[in-house]
C-alpha cells in the first residue's frame, strides 16, 4: 500500500527536529540551541547528565516499557535506572548518542505520524519494510537506526511500499 504524499504538510527543518529532540531530552528554550551535526558533536561530547534519561523517559511513553529501553537507549533498564537515581552523573559519550539519536528519531517520526504517541506506537510495531521487526528493535544497531531512519524518509516522501 503506498502512502499518500503528505506535500500540504510542512516538513520541519533540521533545526527544528533538533530543538524538538533537546526538548524531549529536558533542554528547553535559549539554553540549548543546536544549528548543526557538529553542534551537537560538541554538546554531546561532555556527556548528559543522568537527569536527560529521566526528561526522556519522561516524554516518551515507550520507554516506560522495560522491553524498550534496552534497544533504544543501548543500556539495560537497570543502568538507565542508576543514571535516573543519580541525576546529575555524566553519560558516556557513547550512551549520550544513543539517548540523542532516539529523541532525534521520534522527534523526525512524529510529524510524519501526526503525533508523537502515533510515533511511538509506530517504533513498537512490526514493519514489512524491515523484515517484520519493530522498528525500535533496529536501534540497537548503527546500520539498524539507518534503516529506521531511511524509512522514516521513504514515509514521509509518500514512497513506502
Excluded at 510542512?10 to 526538548?23: C, D, F, L
Excluded at 552523573?89 to 544513543?98: A, G, T, V
Excluded at 501526526?114 to 528493535?137: F, T, V
Aim: hydrophobic share 40%; with cysteine; charged share 30%.
Amino acid at each position: 500500500m503506498v502512502m499518500e504524499h503528505r506535500a500540504a504538510r510542512a516538513r520541519p527543518t533540521e533545526e527544528r527536529v533538533y530543538s524538538m529532540a533537546a526538548e524531549l531530552l529536558g533542554f528547553r528554550g535559549k539554553k540549548v540551541h543546536l544549528r548543526s551535526r557538529l553542534e551537537i558533536h560538541e554538546f554531546l561530547r561532555d556527556g548528559l547528565k543522568g537527569k536527560a534519561l529521566s526528561n526522556l523517559r519522561r516524554h516518551c511513553q515507550i520507554l516506560l516499557l522495560d522491553k524498550a529501553v534496552e534497544p533504544a537507549l543501548g543500556m539495560s533498564l537497570r543502568t538507565v535506572q542508576r543514571f535516573e537515581a543519580d541525576k546529575e552523573k555524566p553519560l558516556s559519550s557513547e550512551q549520550s548518542s544513543r539517548a540523542w539519536k532516539f529523541a532525534e528519531i521520534v522527534a523526525r517520526a512524529t510529524p510524519v505520524f501526526g503525533s508523537q504517541a502515533a510515533a511511538e506506537k509506530w517504533l513498537d510495531e512490526p514493519a514489512r519494510a524491515l523484515g517484520g521487526r519493530k522498528p525500535i528493535e533496529l536501534l540497537a544497531s548503527q546500520p539498524g537506526t539507518q534503516l529506521v531512519e531511511d524509512l522514516l524518509e521513504q514515509i514521509d516522501h509518500g514512497v513506502y511500499v
